[in-house]
């Protein structure tokens, strides 16, 4: 077996750990430095490369405000805020599968009576009704539940990105019913290109890599006793659904819009799990 490049090196940074106050952070910072300095040696980096690596990182977070945060972005596309989610959270089946919180949730929202539309402008886009219940794991509705809802305008940006839209445009919170039951109207959801004007649409570019996510809509949901649910619904037949910039979409939460007497609609039942 062929021995490390300056394996000192590493040990020494490890060892210089061993008086943090915090165990969790000393255990998580020895496993990243290890891994960090077996990255280095497997890749044998130039001083040039690992020069380049800096100045990238310095410009990922100059590029962060506070409408836009480049860093969850780049967690993003690389697969690590998807992995961080498949860790955290039960996949079972009986409860909503979780996905990526993303980088455009900018807080809570006012909350509007069942049914409101959460437009501040007209669209030209189709207009869609959303519904369903909020569930426990075992079909018990849960009343009361606060939902929080988030999208992107027909123009592919969300109001935080597109200064012409008015402040909270496609974004509401409501409360679930008695029965569990929510409804409101929105916009069918477009796919669209995550920000490519910055540190991270400039990695995507040099790894020959789409920017496009598959349309979708926000809903972030909790309640007392459960724990909080971010997930998305995609909708489907999206081109993207199988190449999302964010490896965002599971199966389960692609759904196909259908035509009633109310118009189109979108029905989904989310099923909340209970706090450990």
Excluded at 16 to 27: I, Q, T
Aim: glycine share 8%; proline share 8%; with cysteine.
């Amino acid at each position: 077996m062929t021995q490390p490049i300056f394996p000192e090196i590493t040990e020494d940074a490890v060892t210089r750990m061993k008086s943090a106050a915090n165990p969790r952070l000393r255990e998580v910072m020895a496993i990243i430095t290890r891994h960090l300095h077996d990255a280095v040696r497997e890749a044998r980096l130039t001083e040039e490369e690992w020069g380049q690596a800096i100045d990238y990182l310095t410009r990922t977070g100059q590029t962060c405000s506070a409408t836009r945060q480049e860093f969850i972005l780049l967690s993003d596309v690389l697969g690590v805020s998807m992995l961080v989610d498949a860790i955290n959270h039960d996949d079972s089946g009986a409860v909503t599968a979780s996905t990526v919180f993303g980088p455009f949730y900018s807080g809570l929202q006012p909350e509007l009576p069942a049914g409101s539309s959460i437009l501040k402008r007209e669209e030209p886009g189709e207009d869609v009704l959303m519904s369903g219940h909020i569930l426990d794991a075992d079909g018990k509705p849960i009343e009361a539940a606060l939902i929080e809802v988030w999208q992107t305008a027909p123009n592919g940006l969300y109001d935080v990105q597109d200064p012409e839209q008015p402040a909270g445009h496609l974004r509401a919170s409501f409360r679930s019913a008695a029965d569990g039951s929510y409804r409101f109207r929105s916009l069918l959801p477009v796919y669209y290109p995550i920000p490519g004007d910055g540190p991270v649409g400039e990695l995507l570019d040099a790894m020959g890599r789409h920017p496009n996510r598959p349309a979708h809509i926000h809903f972030m949901i909790s309640a007392p006793g459960y724990r909080r649910l971010v997930t998305h619904l995609f909708v489907a037949g999206d081109p993207y659904l199988e190449s999302d910039a964010v490896f965002g979409v599971k199966p389960e939460l692609i759904v196909q819009p259908e035509t009633s007497a109310e118009g189109l609609g979108i029905r989904y039942d989310f099923r909340l799990a209970q706090d450990a």
